[in-house]
């Protein structure tokens, strides 16, 4: 845990630092490409530090993470297939949140893998490379269990990464 968890202003300053406009780019190019696999939808939020609210009451990163589901409306996908990676710098937490329709389908602990290499490439400094690489074996996950037809389809949430 970092001096950021109690200083949110800090925890914004992480954000913009390591997740530039040209990482966010990057992100936003892996959403799309993957998209075009599967007919899930997959949201990639990041927050430098906890509301202080939530932090007075204790709240985890999981329940941060389920909050910001629903209010970037993840869950209201036409299939039900919405994901969303949430990312808290100031915890070095990140969690993947599912919809529905995949929950039911990929076990928890498929996704606390993904989530522990993102968190690794992370630790080493490369933003960039384990957001990229987190957002592709999402969308793999996807195209095995909503995989595309080909056709073209609504993009139902924003490829761009949501700086929270």
Same mark, same amino acid.
């Not at 990929?106 to 630790?123: I, N, T, Y």
């Given at each position: ?88 710098? +100031?915890?070095?937490?990140? %969690?993947?949140? $599912?919809?529905? /329709?995949?929950? !039911?389908?990929? &076990? ?14 992370? +630790?080493?400094?490369?933003? %960039?490379?384990? $957001?990229?690489? /987190?957002?592709? !074996?999402?969308? &793999? ?24």
């Amino acid at each position: 845990m970092s001096i950021a968890r109690y200083f949110p202003l800090i925890g914004h300053w992480s954000v913009r630092r390591h997740f530039p406009a040209a990482v966010l780019d990057a992100i936003q190019r892996a959403i799309a490409a993957g998209e075009r696999t599967h007919q899930g939808q997959v949201c990639f939020a990041i927050e430098g530090a906890l509301p202080l609210h939530d932090l007075a009451r204790g709240r985890t990163p999981r329940a941060r993470a389920h909050e910001v589901f629903a209010h970037l409306r993840v869950w209201d996908t036409e299939h039900n297939s919405g994901v969303l990676i949430y990312v808290l710098l +100031a915890e070095h937490a990140i %969690e993947i949140v $599912a919809d529905r /329709g995949i929950a !039911a389908r990929v &076990a928890q602990g498929e996704w606390q893998a993904l989530c522990d290499r993102m968190r690794d490439r992370f +630790a080493g400094g490369d933003h %960039e490379r384990g $957001a990229v690489e /987190g957002v592709s !074996a999402v969308s &793999a996950i996807l195209a095995l269990h909503f995989p595309g037809d080909g056709s073209a389809k609504a993009n139902e949430l924003p490829d761009r990464p949501v700086l929270l």
